[in-house]
Structures are given as C-alpha cells and as structure tokens.
C-alpha cells in the first residue's frame, strides 16, 4: 500500500515504523532482482528523513497482475465507497500480439475539475513511468480504451478525505487482426470527459 518509488528505490515509511520500497518487475539498479516489498526493517530513529508514502493500514487489499484473456476488477469494496488513502496498482499482460480493449462499467470517484484528489490513471505499458494515457474522476464512464500492444497499467488512488462509490471495470483480449483491418484503430481517446487530463508525462 505505497504511495510511489515502484522504479526508482524510493523508500518510505511503511506500517509499524518500518521503512521499505515496493518492486514490481526486477531490474538492475533496484530490488537486488527480486520483486515485492524491499524492507529495511524497524527504524529506531522516528525522525528519519525518507521519501513521503501515504500509508493506511486498515485499506482493503487490491490491485493484482492479470493474464487472463477477459476479467472484472473494482475499486476496494465495490460497490461501497472505497477508503481514505487507497494506492492499488493493476496489471495486465496477455499473451504477445493481443491487445487489451478496456471498458468501465461503473465510474464514481472524488469530482475534482484538476483530477488532484481521487483518481484512476491509464498506462499503456507495464509500469506507470512508460505510456501514459490519461487520468480521470468525477463520476462521467471513461470511454473505451484499446492498448496498442499486450500490456497495460491501472493506477487508483484516493486522498485522505472525501470518498465516493468506486468503479467496476472489465477487460477482453483481442486477438491480432489482418493487415487491412490495422489501419482501424479504436484506441483513440476523447477529451469530452471534463475530468480527464491526457498527455505524456508521469507524474503530476
């Protein structure tokens, strides 16, 4: 349940005074090649200086890696409002040559015109440093989204105050299509939504 640093070894306060940082994938400048939490252990000093993670020890579990070619995931405990100082992270591979058509079937988060407070950011890769695709709130259904190749990235979060119902989302697999049907691509997205924000940059 942190906040950043999933590739960049920025550590911070975890629960119970220790001091960790998550690894999603390995690689060689962080994680010692392994993924999960890297965990420094019980600080004794309290003052201690490190990267700013917001962390809520009562949230509900969420997030997940996905293979499989269709599911349903939803924000933590949907269809009750989610918590205060949630931080889940998605992700989805399929096998190569599939692309992944996104599609949100319930959308109710912390309105918000800057999308600042609670939201659900899209990545078209498998981190959230690469690809990004937009970031959205309020309570307005996202269009569908079509990834330009096998993966993709959802981040959620929410602030420590104000909470709102959540979302329900589902993902299929589509399977490659024939050179004259590339040229037909539904992954373009619309700027209709009033709290959508899209560009390529990977942090506000």
Same mark, same amino acid.
């Given at each position: 349940?942190? *906040?950043?640093?999933?590739? @960049?070894?920025?550590?911070? &306060?975890?629960?119970?005074?220790?001091?960790?940082?998550?690894? @999603?994938?390995?690689?060689?400048?962080?994680?010692?090649?392994?993924?999960?939490?890297?965990?420094?252990?019980?600080?004794?000093?309290?003052?201690?200086? &490190?990267?700013?993670?917001? $962390?809520?020890?009562?949230?509900?579990?969420?997030?997940? @890696?996905?293979?499989?070619?269709?599911?349903?995931?939803?924000?933590?405990?949907?269809?009750?409002?989610?918590?205060?100082?949630?931080?889940?992270? &998605?992700?989805?591979? *399929?096998?190569?040559?599939?692309?992944?058509? *996104?599609?949100?079937?319930? #959308?109710?988060?912390?309105?918000?015109?800057?999308?600042?407070?609670? $939201?659900?950011?899209?990545?078209?890769?498998?981190?959230?440093?690469?690809? #990004?695709?937009?970031?959205?709130?309020?309570?307005?259904?996202?269009?569908?989204?079509?990834?330009?190749?096998?993966?993709?990235? *959802?981040?959620?979060?929410?602030?420590?105050?104000?909470?709102?119902?959540?979302?329900?989302?589902?993902?299929?697999?589509?399977?490659?299509?024939?050179?004259?049907?590339?040229?037909?691509?539904?992954?373009?997205?619309?700027?209709?939504?009033?709290?959508?924000?899209?560009?390529? #940059?990977?942090?506000?």
């Amino acid at each position: 349940m942190l *906040l950043s640093g999933f590739h @960049v070894c920025a550590a911070g &306060w975890m629960a119970k005074g220790r001091v960790g940082y998550p690894i @999603v994938k390995p690689g060689p400048n962080c994680g010692f090649g392994k993924t999960g939490i890297i965990d420094y252990g019980i600080r004794l000093n309290r003052s201690e200086k &490190w990267d700013a993670y917001c $962390y809520n020890p009562h949230a509900k579990e969420c997030g997940g @890696v996905f293979t499989e070619p269709k599911r349903i995931f939803k924000s933590p405990g949907f269809p009750n409002e989610y918590d205060d100082n949630q931080v889940c992270y &998605w992700h989805i591979r *399929l096998k190569y040559g599939q692309r992944i058509h *996104l599609r949100f079937l319930n #959308f109710d988060l912390e309105d918000d015109p800057g999308c600042l407070s609670d $939201y659900v950011e899209i990545y078209d890769s498998y981190d959230d440093v690469h690809g #990004f695709v937009g970031r959205y709130c309020g309570d307005e259904l996202p269009e569908d989204f079509f990834s330009t190749g096998n993966v993709m990235t *959802l981040k959620f979060l929410s602030d420590a105050s104000v909470t709102a119902g959540g979302f329900q989302i589902m993902y299929v697999a589509v399977d490659p299509v024939s050179k004259s049907s590339q040229g037909k691509n539904s992954s373009t997205t619309s700027t209709g939504n009033k709290n959508f924000l899209a560009g390529r #940059f990977s942090h506000l």
